[in-house]
């Protein structure tokens, strides 16, 4: 019951119990409306319970494009620092770089040869065979070698890029001071919006996310600073932010099911806990992973009390209810097996005789009203009975429950019996 929260209820212990309270539940009466009264509330508030303890946990969540457009402003108030570093340029030399993709554009063919051909023509000045010295344009160049990358697939046409795009790098290196550390800030920033990316990918199952170690990893890299950078990288954090929108995206399209948000973010199997505490800490982790099995066993015991769901369990706890075809509880043979001094000891109760006259009022309407409000509780004195039976009372674990549900009807009958 600790673990199941405030929320939980009696009848969330086991699926007898779910079934005993399912029984009331399709029968006419104040016991009916007891029980569902009790599921319903309980499922009008399982969205601000998601939401609220994740928010409380994770913090609230970010928008993916918001952040994107944060940094996509932070490159731009880059240029003041760019023109700087070009104000002390001096002419490029680019006839290495076109030697060498002369000679590469004899061999090469099909995709990567084309790509080649176009950094070969930027290169010129426009309209003519003549080579541009001017840095700022080989600055362009290397930014259109960059577009072209984010578009190219093949391999090979990907690697000439590469290798071109290093070349003109070089040059500016050389030409333009200052450059590389605005291009270390410029990088920063572009990895940050790869790791939010990222990010909404480490819960997923398919291939294209992170295994356990290899998401810890990404994680212990991305925090190291790249090129001339100074101080530790942003990427964890942002790993983090997007992994957080993905819970925000699974919660938002998922509210109404909650077995499948259990499933989405639990995962199968330890990984997503695993990819979680590597985000977010192992404790939080742990709190998001319980919450979400809470909610989902709620979501069990309202399927099985309120929709039909083991159907012939419900019939049986219909009969037991309404005495009608069925032994109330098997009691005789609970007691046959030790159960007398069991249910005596469990329920502190003097006269077992009592406790039987009790379990026969089971057709009473007062009686399953009482017994209904207490599958809806968690009435402490009920779960240390419970638990009493389960420990000390010596009957066998099959022959438990039937003591078990005998407890909850002489608890809802306790006035009416002799106490210690």
């Given at each position: 019951?600790?673990?199941?929260?405030?929320?939980g209820?009696?009848?969330?212990l086991?699926e007898?119990?779910?079934?005993q309270?399912?029984g009331l539940?399709?029968?006419p009466?104040e016991?009916?409306?007891?029980?569902?009264?009790a599921v319903?509330?309980?499922?009008a508030?399982?969205?601000?319970?998601?939401t609220s303890?994740?928010?409380q946990?994770?913090?609230?969540?970010?928008?993916p494009?918001?952040?994107?457009a944060?940094?996509d402003v932070n490159?731009?108030?880059?240029s003041p620092?760019?023109r700087?570093?070009?104000?002390?340029?001096?002419?490029?030399n680019?006839?290495?770089?076109?030697?060498?993709?002369d000679?590469?554009l004899?061999t090469?063919?099909?995709e990567?040869?084309?790509?080649?051909?176009?950094v070969?023509?930027m290169?010129n000045?426009?309209?003519?065979?003549e080579l541009?010295?001017?840095?700022v344009t080989?600055?362009e160049?290397?930014?259109?070698?960059?577009?072209?990358?984010?578009?190219?697939?093949?391999?090979?046409?990907r690697?000439?890029l590469?290798?071109?795009?290093?070349?003109?790098?070089?040059?500016?290196?050389a030409?333009?001071?200052?450059?590389k550390e605005?291009?270390?800030?410029?990088?920063?920033?572009?990895?940050?919006?790869?790791?939010?990316?990222?990010?909404q990918?480490?819960l997923?199952s398919g291939?294209?996310?992170?295994r356990?170690?290899e998401?810890a990893q990404?994680?212990?890299?991305g925090?190291?600073?790249?090129?001339?950078?100074?101080g530790?990288?942003?990427?964890?954090m942002?790993?983090?932010?997007?992994?957080?929108?993905?819970i925000?995206?699974?919660?938002?399209?998922?509210?109404n099911d909650?077995?499948?948000?259990?499933?989405?973010i639990k995962?199968?199997?330890?990984?997503n806990?695993?990819?979680?505490?590597t985000?977010?800490g192992?404790?939080r982790?742990?709190?998001?992973i319980?919450?979400?099995?809470r909610?989902?066993?709620?979501?069990d015991t309202?399927?099985?009390v309120?929709?039909?769901?083991?159907?012939?369990a419900r019939q049986?706890?219909?009969?037991?209810?309404?005495?009608?075809?069925?032994?109330?509880?098997g009691?005789?043979?609970?007691?046959?097996?030790?159960?007398?001094?069991g249910?005596?000891?469990a329920?502190?109760?003097?006269?077992?005789?009592?406790v039987v006259?009790?379990l026969?009022?089971?057709?009473d309407?007062?009686?399953?009203?009482?017994?209904?409000?207490?599958?809806?509780s968690?009435?402490?004195?009920?779960?240390?009975?419970?638990?009493?039976?389960?420990?000390g009372?010596g009957?066998?674990?099959s022959e438990?429950?039937?003591v078990?549900?005998?407890l909850l009807?002489s608890?809802?009958q306790?006035?009416a019996?002799?106490?210690?």
């Amino acid at each position: 019951m600790d673990k199941l929260g405030p929320g939980g209820m009696i009848m969330d212990l086991g699926e007898n119990l779910r079934s005993q309270a399912g029984g009331l539940a399709a029968l006419p009466g104040e016991g009916k409306a007891i029980v569902r009264g009790a599921v319903d509330a309980r499922n009008a508030g399982a969205n601000q319970r998601i939401t609220s303890t994740i928010d409380q946990e994770l913090g609230p969540a970010p928008i993916p494009s918001r952040i994107n457009a944060g940094i996509d402003v932070n490159q731009a108030n880059l240029s003041p620092e760019y023109r700087a570093a070009f104000a002390n340029a001096s002419p490029v030399n680019p006839r290495p770089i076109a030697t060498y993709l002369d000679r590469e554009l004899q061999t090469l063919r099909g995709e990567a040869q084309r790509g080649l051909q176009r950094v070969r023509t930027m290169l010129n000045r426009t309209g003519t065979q003549e080579l541009e010295s001017n840095p700022v344009t080989l600055l362009e160049t290397r930014k259109a070698i960059d577009g072209m990358l984010e578009t190219t697939v093949e391999t090979n046409a990907r690697n000439a890029l590469q290798t071109a795009r290093q070349a003109v790098d070089d040059e500016l290196r050389a030409s333009v001071p200052g450059i590389k550390e605005v291009d270390s800030k410029f990088a920063e920033l572009a990895r940050q919006r790869e790791a939010v990316g990222r990010g909404q990918q480490v819960l997923s199952s398919g291939r294209e996310a992170p295994r356990p170690a290899e998401l810890a990893q990404e994680v212990q890299e991305g925090a190291l600073p790249q090129g001339m950078q100074i101080g530790p990288s942003a990427v964890p954090m942002r790993l983090r932010e997007g992994a957080r929108a993905e819970i925000e995206r699974i919660v938002g399209t998922n509210a109404n099911d909650r077995v499948a948000l259990q499933r989405l973010i639990k995962g199968e199997g330890d990984w997503n806990r695993s990819r979680l505490a590597t985000l977010f800490g192992k404790d939080r982790a742990d709190r998001i992973i319980g919450l979400l099995d809470r909610e989902k066993h709620f979501a069990d015991t309202t399927d099985i009390v309120t929709r039909n769901s083991l159907t012939a369990a419900r019939q049986a706890s219909q009969q037991e209810l309404t005495g009608s075809g069925a032994e109330a509880f098997g009691v005789p043979q609970a007691f046959m097996a030790g159960g007398v001094a069991g249910a005596t000891r469990a329920t502190a109760m003097k006269g077992v005789d009592a406790v039987v006259e009790a379990l026969r009022g089971i057709k009473d309407e007062s009686t399953r009203t009482a017994m209904a409000r207490i599958l809806t509780s968690n009435n402490p004195d009920v779960l240390e009975a419970l638990l009493r039976a389960g420990r000390g009372s010596g009957v066998s674990g099959s022959e438990v429950d039937k003591v078990a549900r005998s407890l909850l009807l002489s608890q809802g009958q306790r006035s009416a019996l002799p106490q210690q």
